[in-house]
């Protein structure tokens, strides 16, 4: 089966993934990582999307995204990777692919979805094995969610906010529930199909799509 066409759901989040060309650990440098961060909130003010997470890896990216008005996901995605691949080449004096030809997008279905997939992204570098606590990897926006630390980076998923009216109980509760392993993370495919959701959901836009 060939590859779905791009799809954009109004209000709708995605769960995005780029990952480095040939999976190599291109990210080297803390300015790398740094430089990313200030690419994607350059692109952000002037697309106007909402992002609720991110994890950035050495050799993959992770975002939990929603586009607003102004740009289709397509067109986000594009700026931040050709402006980034652009930098990365000419500041290492490198030339080639940085990242692989095609970003991976997930459309999810509604907020319970979007806390159960930021939940899976801030634990990605807890399953590499680099660390025993997702607040400890530097490159995450999980710190926000578990300790308030200013980010201006993320906007508030209304599911997360929802796990308490209390700012301390709130932080406590996702801290709790981000240190624990789940059934589902155990099947990364669920984070990787293209609708991410309810199996009612799953198959209605397999049928609409496909």
Known sequence: MGRLPRIQLEGHP??????????EDL???????????????NFKEKHQFKLYAYTLMTNHCHL????????????????????????????????GHFWESRYH?????????????MRYIH?????AGIVNKAWDYRWTSVRYNVSGERDELIHDLSSFLGLSP??????????????EP???????????????????FREAMQKKYR
Do not use: T
């Not at 995605?14 to 999976?23: E, L, Q, T």
């Not at 634990?123 to 399953?127: A, E, G, L, Q």
């Open 182 to 200: 789940f059934d589902m993370e155990k099947d990364k495919g669920h984070f990787y199909d293209p609708f991410l959701g309810s199996d009612l």
């Open 27 to 41: 990210f080297k440098e803390e300015r790398d990582f740094r430089k990313l961060i200030e690419i994607i909130a």
């Open 14 to 23: 995605y769960h995005v993934v780029m990952r480095c060309n040939n999976k």
């Open 123 to 127: 634990r990605n570098p807890v399953r």
């Open 166 to 179: 209390y700012p301390r109980v709130r932080i406590r509760h996702y801290k709790r529930w981000v240190e």
């Open 105 to 117: 997008a997930s459309i999810i279905e509604d907020d319970q979805y979007v806390l159960v997939c």
């Open 64 to 95: 939990l995204l929603e586009p607003g008005d102004r740009a289709s996901l397509s067109v986000i995605m594009r700026d931040i990777m050709a402006n980034f691949a652009k930098w990365y080449n000419w500041r290492h004096q490198r030339k």
